[in-house]
């Protein structure tokens, strides 16, 4: 995940395009104009999307956004867009390994469906099989449901999202 400080360099490098006079806060109009221009003279989606950027950004409610209210709006959500977009790709994740590996159709694995997976060249090693079917099968009843694997793999990919990349 990004550092506060990378979050304000990104945010300075987008709001320029909208800063009409670069003076370093984009008001409500400028906005509006830029939003005007990208969306082709319509100005009914224009005024909605200043809208909403007004309400939700606009931290001391002056009609302007500082880039550090930016940064601060983007820094402040960034943990919860990335629970949320793990969330949903965590569902197509569990569908394609259920389709995968469920071969009674029952929508969880069984401790031999379970097995399968390890088998077909993942980055888990074989031998940490019985420690990580423990971790995902939280109610402890021997199988993993639909819903166990889908935490299991929010958790995932929220941890990789939250790491440094190069």
Not at 108 to 126: A, C, I, M, R, S
Not at 137 to 158: P, T
């Amino acid at each position: 995940m990004l550092t506060n400080n990378e979050i304000y360099q990104e945010v300075q490098k987008f709001a320029k395009g909208y800063d009409l006079n670069q003076d370093g806060v984009l008001t409500s109009q400028e906005i509006y104009y830029s939003l005007l221009k990208k969306m082709n003279g319509n100005s009914y989606e224009a005024s909605k999307a200043t809208g909403v950027l007004c309400s939700t950004i606009d931290i001391n409610k002056d009609g302007k956004f500082s880039y550090h209210e930016i940064a601060k709006y983007c820094a402040d959500n960034a943990k919860k867009l990335i629970e949320q977009n793990a969330d949903i790709a965590a569902l197509a994740d569990v569908e394609a390994f259920l389709l995968r590996f469920d071969k009674d159709k029952d929508r969880k694995l069984n401790k031999t469906e379970f097995v399968e997976y390890f088998k077909g060249g993942t980055d888990t090693p074989y031998s940490d099989r019985d420690y990580v079917l423990k971790i995902i099968d939280l109610d402890k009843d021997g199988c993993v449901s639909a819903n166990e694997l889908q935490e299991w793999f929010k958790k995932k990919r929220i941890d990789y999202a939250s790491r440094p990349h190069c």
